[in-house]
């Protein structure tokens, strides 16, 4: 039903109103909003003003469960943190940490690898440090491997 959805940005990340933006097309039309705590506030225009033959919260329960789907490790992060070591350097690294799950993750990234660091792998199992936690931390580095 729904195209191109994206995720565009998050908006006082770490932070208890920690808001995320996302947009999608839908009958040739591009629509925005904002995700928080299950709910959508939606920019102008809005789904039901230009959607034709579908009911808004048909529209609205497809975004929600995408949300869920592509972003539900990402929302569920606390706290994320991020800072450059040894800046300019070749031997730079992105250090991040986060909170989830009421744990603490650490760890690097470099030349397109994460490396944890806390937890260890060995220490946990391999769905702790899943590939969709991998794949939401890297969309929180986004805006920093520019």
């Known amino acids: 039903m729904i195209e191109n959805f994206q995720y565009e940005k998050e908006i006082f ?5 920690n808001i995320i933006q996302f947009s ?3 009958q040739d039309n591009t629509f925005k909003g ?18 034709e033959d579908t009911l808004p919260h048909e529209i609205e329960e497809e975004v929600l469960k995408k949300i869920e789907q592509e972003l539900g490790i ?3 992060m606390d706290n994320f943190q991020v800072e450059r070591i040894f800046e300019g350097l070749p031997h730079e690294v992105i ?3 986060f909170n989830m799950d009421d744990r603490t993750f650490k760890g690097h990234f470099k030349d397109g690898e994460i490396s944890w660091f806390d937890p260890k792998s060995t220490h946990h199992t391999e ?6 936690v991998e794949a939401a931390v ?9």
Do not use: A, C, Q, T
């Open 127 to 132: 769905e702790i440090l899943s590939d969709e």
């Open 13 to 17: 990340g770490g932070l208890p109103h």
């Open 74 to 76: 990402f929302i569920l």
């Open 24 to 26: 999608f097309s839908f």
């Open 138 to 146: 890297l969309k929180k580095l986004g805006p920093y491997l520019s």
């Open 95 to 97: 250090e991040f940490s």
């Open 34 to 51: 904002h995700y928080k705590d299950g709910e959508i506030n939606w920019f102008h225009p809005k789904p039901e003003r230009l959607v």
